[in-house]
């Protein structure tokens, strides 16, 4: 019997790890909009990385846009199907019919993975005088994205804000072998990050 008990018990406190630790949101303890107080000021941009459930990860950057935590979006993805538009396209189109201005909106094109994401905003975050933004992409993205780009944004603050819940993942995404399956391949890819490896 204790031994079951410790198994669950082990096993409760590494799903809580792995979701505190895949997820971090530096909001977490701010309103929904912007005050002047560390870490929920208004930031430069708002960026959102494609891939998972890109619809919902845009909705939320949209959402941040209208309730003034900055005066630009940032959407980054290259075409998860060649003969169309690049999904960073597909993103700008969504934030339009939202109401979004074009004159708000900036999109980098050609990323395949979070690696050439955080790459290739750069030189965006530069033209466009950008110093802080706010990341937004699924939960178990989170914390590799945030290295990535904390990486590569050199002069740039960066600040998490994962979607809570998309089409692959939630609060019970242990329920699931995708879950499961999104959630070690995050930790391996993540030990590969500091390993300096292939990402």
């Known amino acids: 019997m204790k031994t079951i008990l410790g198994v669950i018990i082990g096993l409760a406190a590494l799903i809580v ?6 997820g971090p949101n530096d909001l977490a303890n701010c309103g929904d909009q912007p005050s002047k107080v560390s870490p929920c000021q208004e930031a430069d941009a708002i960026v959102a990385i494609s891939g998972g459930d890109t619809t919902a990860r845009t909705n939320e950057a949209i959402a ?7 005066p630009k979006l940032v959407f980054s993805g290259a075409a998860q199907d060649k003969s169309g538009p690049s999904n960073a396209e597909v993103m700008r189109r969504l934030a339009r019919a939202a109401g979004i201005p074009d004159s708000a909106i900036l999109t980098e094109e050609q990323s ?5 994401n955080a790459q290739n905003t750069r030189s965006i975050f530069a033209k466009n005088h950008i110093f802080s933004v706010i990341l937004v992409t699924s939960a178990y993205h989170q ?3 945030g290295l990535e780009f904390a990486a590569d944004s050199t002069g740039v603050s960066v600040r998490n804000h994962p979607v809570a819940s998309d ?3 939630s609060v019970v995404w242990w329920l699931t072998p995708t ?3 999104l959630a070690l391949s995050e930790m391996v890819k993540i030990f590969a990050f500091y390993l300096g490896g292939a990402r």
Request: glycine share 12%.
């Open 17 to 22: 790890g792995l979701t505190f630790y895949l």
């Open 64 to 70: 941040l846009y209208k309730n003034g935590w900055a």
């Open 112 to 116: 395949a993975t979070t690696e050439e």
């Open 143 to 145: 914390r590799r994205a």
């Open 167 to 169: 089409k692959q993942w």
């Open 179 to 181: 879950g499961w399956y």
